[in-house]
Each structure stands twice: as C-alpha cells, then as structure tokens.
C-alpha cells in the first residue's frame, strides 16, 4: 500500500519557523520527484516547492522563495519542508506529493495531476 504521511504542522507565531516532514512508503521514493502543495481555507490549491529525485535540483514559488527550504533523505525515505519567517498567509493544509514527471517540467496543483498524494498537515501562523 502506498502511502505519505505527513506531519509537522501547528500553530505556530508570525516570524516562527517550522519543519514539516513527509513519511513514504510503498513506492521506490528514490525514482520519484517529490512536491508539496498548500491550500487556505477559501482558495485553490498552490504549488509550493518541488525536488528532483536526487535531490540535486529544487524550485519554489516565488512566495516562498528565500524563506522555505526543500530537502528529502532518499535513505530514509521523507521528504522535508523548512519553512521560516513564517507569515499569517502562510497559513495552509500542506500536502505532498509524488510523481515521476520531472518537477522542472510543470507546476502541478491538483491531486489528480501527482502519482500519490498525501492526507495533508496543517499549518497556522498567527499571534
């Protein structure tokens, strides 16, 4: 059975920092470009940040970009999201994702777009 699990979320005060992590199995991780993608409460999901399968190449969004960090440990098979200066927009369900399309190629947003996609975590930033 294939599964992400993600965890790490919380409440967390503007300017915080927080790590979320994303727990595969049931599929060769190492082979898999890996994805996260958030959704506020009342809109559309958004692509976040994104890993190559080596983890050699990463790509953010520009609203996250210079203050999240993507990373992932093939050996141990998760993915993680560093996320600082976090701010009250930054309030989200986190999801991650797997597929085997290159991550370079495209923004993906929706469930149906990704391979597998996790039960999401969720992350408050506020005072």
């Known amino acids: 059975e294939v599964q992400l699990v993600e965890s790490g979320g919380g409440l967390v005060q503007p300017g915080g920092s927080r790590r979320l992590s994303c727990a595969a199995s049931?599929?060769?991780?190492?082979?898999?470009?890996m994805s996260w993608v958030r959704q506020a409460p009342g809109k559309g999901p958004e692509w976040v940040s994104a890993?190559?399968?080596?983890?050699?190449?990463?790509y953010y969004a520009d609203s996250v970009k210079g203050r999240f960090t993507i990373s992932r440990g093939n050996a141990k098979n998760t993915v993680y999201l560093q996320m600082n200066s976090l701010e009250p927009e930054d309030t989200a369900v986190y999801y991650c994702?797997?597929?085997?399309?290159?991550?370079?190629?495209?923004?993906?947003?929706?469930?149906?777009?990704?391979?597998?996609w996790g039960q999401g975590t969720q992350v408050t930033v506020s005072s």
């Open positions: 994702a797997a597929d085997r399309t290159p991550a370079r190629l495209r923004i993906a947003v929706t469930r149906r777009e990704y391979d597998y």
């Open positions: 049931g599929f060769t991780f190492g082979t898999y470009d």
């Open positions: 890993i190559n399968w080596s983890g050699g190449s990463t």
